[in-house]
């Protein structure tokens, strides 16, 4: 949730920061101007509250001077007019509630405010790379999707999925079942030394922890409900571990704070009908290794890099190619100030379902920087021993990565012509010497 304070103090930056996320020009001005409107009601609340205090203060000192000297029919009459101001200040105080709800119910459904080093841009086209790394491997054959490699295996089992759960879920099994095991392990031993401490996160939230981290009320359809009750099944680690300080004040020194969550995600995929049906790319149940930190405003973006820099040494340790991109304005997430995306190389899929030969990039991590709009609304502040005042800390998180996505990108980058695939040297530690799956 966006500073209230600073939008009336610069409409202008405002107005331009909500252009450049794709919102109507005549919306970002409407939006502005009724933020001022209600700043403005809230002011001459607390003014008039303030002045009818201290005229209650005073006729409280003429009562006891008034009572001192006989004058009790005086008095009487200013205790009276006391109560009477009484009444208004609290009307008054009730009127700055109800006018902070209103700043509330506006800021909750505006996105977070670009960073000045985002490039502007309308849509995923207008993304630049960043960096590439790795060189596509030459194949011998046409290389083929993952979905083909693993259902020619025996081990993926799209079918007997949808017959017990629906569509876009599906079975592991056997040597898949252990790579997706192995993948998982590895990435948390490669961040650990990074500084990441483990958490294992509860998989229910409620709406309170989802409205915290900014996916209540924007993304209220696109998550798991349980039926009766106030449990949502988290779309993310980042969720829960996120909330890990809600409503607490952190010691200045104890940060960065560094977390690392390995959890299922549940997303209903509400919108993607139609994109993505095969395979394991957008499914309604994954895993995911996520990365999750707690900065100073001063160092959140440093932070930043660096978390991208983690997420990217998992792919260089797998030898997977892959390319780093910044996202622009118009395709940056509601909670984000400033994110990269990290697109692997899968040699046998397409994104243009007219592709005349396989061979695409896809997201494998998304790394953002929220500054203080997570944790405004969660209350997560910090304070320094010299400090007499708090602040709110920044909050950031990584996918370190997609496990299930990381496990297509093996199949596909570590497929054989005969069928089988080859295990990354450094995850066969985890597949107990397993080499090649079959």
């Excluded at 979905?147 to 879920?169: M, P, Q, T, W």
């Excluded at 400033?338 to 005349?356: C, F, H, Q, R």
């Excluded at 297509?408 to 066969?428: I, K, T």
């Amino acid at each position: 949730m966006l500073d209230w304070r600073r939008i009336v103090k610069d409409e202008e930056t405002f107005v331009k920061a909500l252009e450049s996320r794709g919102i109507d020009s005549t919306k970002a001005k409407e939006t502005s101007q009724k933020i001022v409107e209600v700043s403005k009601k809230r002011s001459e609340a607390l003014a008039k509250a303030d002045q009818l205090k201290a005229e209650r203060n005073q006729s409280s000192q003429s009562v006891s001077q008034m009572m001192k000297s006989g004058q009790k029919a005086e008095a009487q009459a200013l205790i009276q007019k006391g109560k009477e101001l009484g009444t208004e200040i609290e009307r008054l105080e009730v009127a700055v509630t109800v006018v902070e709800s209103e700043f509330t119910q506006i800021l909750e459904l505006i996105p977070n405010i670009p960073d000045v080093s985002v490039p502007l841009g309308k849509s995923e086209k207008d993304n630049p790379v960043v960096r590439t790394w790795g060189e596509p491997r030459k194949f011998a054959f046409v290389p083929r999707s993952h979905d083909v490699v693993g259902e020619n295996l025996g081990l993926l089992d799209f079918d007997r999925a949808a017959k017990i759960s629906g569509a876009r879920f599906a079975f592991l099994r056997g040597g898949l079942a252990q790579l997706e095991r192995a993948l998982a392990s590895f990435m948390l031993d490669l961040h650990r030394p990074k500084g990441y401490q483990e958490i294992n996160p509860p998989y229910l939230v409620s709406a309170e922890t989802m409205y915290g981290m900014g996916q209540f009320p924007k993304f209220k359809e696109d998550v798991f409900a349980v039926a009766g009750q106030d449990k949502y099944l988290i779309p993310t680690a980042e969720v829960p571990v996120t909330s890990l300080f809600r409503d607490e004040i952190l010691p200045e020194e104890d940060l960065p704070l560094k977390f690392m969550a390995f959890s299922p995600c549940f997303r209903s995929e509400a919108g993607s009908y139609g994109r993505d049906t095969k395979g394991l790319i957008r499914q309604h149940q994954f895993h995911k290794v996520e990365l999750v930190k707690f900065t100073s405003p001063e160092t959140s973006l440093a932070e930043l890099e660096s978390m991208v820099a983690d997420a990217e040494l998992v792919l260089k340790k797998l030898e997977i190619p892959f390319r780093t991109i910044h996202l622009c304005t118009g395709d940056m997430g509601f909670n984000s100030r400033k994110t990269y995306d990290i697109e692997v190389w899968l040699p046998g899929s397409v994104v243009d379902a007219d592709a005349k030969t396989p061979g695409c990039y896809r997201e494998i991590s998304s790394c953002s920087d929220c500054g203080d709009f997570q944790a405004r609304r969660a209350q997560i502040r910090f304070k320094g021993k010299a400090s007499k005042s708090t602040q709110y800390v920044h909050t950031l998180n990584g996918s370190g990565l997609a496990v299930g996505r990381t496990l297509v990108a093996v199949l596909e980058n570590y497929q054989q012509e005969d069928g089988s695939v080859v295990v990354p040297e450094v995850l066969r530690p985890y597949m107990g010497g397993l080499d090649v799956i079959r």
